[in-house]
């Protein structure tokens, strides 16, 4: 194994965005051992997260590496050098975000889904290129209604599971993470372009997640692990789960997960 892939909310982070907390909100190493395996094995670990870049690369500098993807595959960072995969937007005078919200799509959105979705406040704040929102849709719905309304070079990603709602959305029984980002903007399409430039063949590569848009990325590596908390908090991830072969599930969530996803990954390959 030469590289570990693996999102940060949901899979190697506890609640509220701890590393040292497990799902069950105790004290928990495993997390960190996972880091600590794959240091010894000489393996890189990058973040694929839907966070901001800026918070990406302060994850990045916690964690000891020297490289991440960030907003959901719009960009990946790496020794200090900028990649952007959101053609044909790119950043400029108006960022991304800023560029999308002028077509309109994120209104359309809002009032379509209106006691649906919502921003996913603070977080919306300061992105660059994805409008970030929380609620409970139905992506492919949203994507045609998207291309039926002029905005076919756009999709909405579901990243996983969200804590927070405001009381507009207390009727949902649960509640998603959305981006809303330029078509060809993937954590696949990142992991991909990342492990090229590294000069990884994806047989060398694992990646850890908890989401839809995460186990995409198992076409782009030779192994994808899905933290057991993804399953309790979205049964019907199992059906996606059985169209990527080289896809399983975790016995454990967060970071007891990403651990057993990288020591039996380092056994079975006599790492």
């Not at 998207?146 to 959305?169: F, T, Y």
């Not at 949902?172 to 696949?188: F, I, Q, W």
């Not at 995460?214 to 059985?242: H, K």
Request: net charge negative; glycine share 12%.
């Amino acid at each position: 194994m030469r590289c570990l892939y693996v999102d940060l909310d949901g899979t190697l982070l506890g609640p509220g965005g701890a590393l040292f907390r497990g799902g069950d909100g105790a004290f928990d190493l495993l997390g960190a051992r996972a880091l600590e395996a794959c240091s010894r094995a000489g393996a890189e670990v990058v973040v694929m997260t839907g966070r901001r870049r800026v918070d990406a690369l302060e994850a990045m500098r916690l964690l000891g590496q020297t490289s991440c993807i960030f907003e959901a595959g719009s960009g990946y960072v790496i020794e200090g050098e900028e990649h952007w995969l959101t053609q044909p937007y790119l950043p400029g005078e108006r960022t991304i975000h800023d560029q999308i919200a002028d077509a309109g799509a994120p209104a359309l959105l809002l009032e379509r889904y209106a006691g649906r979705l919502e921003p996913h406040e603070p977080w919306a704040a300061g992105r660059e290129v994805s409008h970030l929102l929380r609620g409970h849709v139905d992506v492919a719905e949203a994507d045609a209604l998207l291309e039926a309304a002029g905005h076919p070079d756009l999709r909405l990603v579901d990243n996983g599971a969200g804590h927070h709602r405001s009381a507009a959305l207390d009727g949902l029984p649960r509640v998603r993470v959305y981006h809303l980002v330029p078509r060809g903007v993937s954590k696949a399409t990142a992991v991909a372009a990342h492990a090229r430039a590294r000069g990884y063949a994806p047989e060398d590569c694992v990646a850890v997640g908890d989401s839809h848009e995460d186990l995409a990325t198992a076409a782009a590596v030779g192994a994808f692990w899905l933290v057991a908390n993804a399953v309790e908090q979205d049964p019907q991830i199992r059906s996606a789960l059985a169209a990527h072969p080289n896809a399983r599930t975790c016995g454990a969530g967060h970071g007891a997960g990403v651990y057993e996803a990288v020591v039996s990954t380092l056994a079975a390959r006599g790492g």
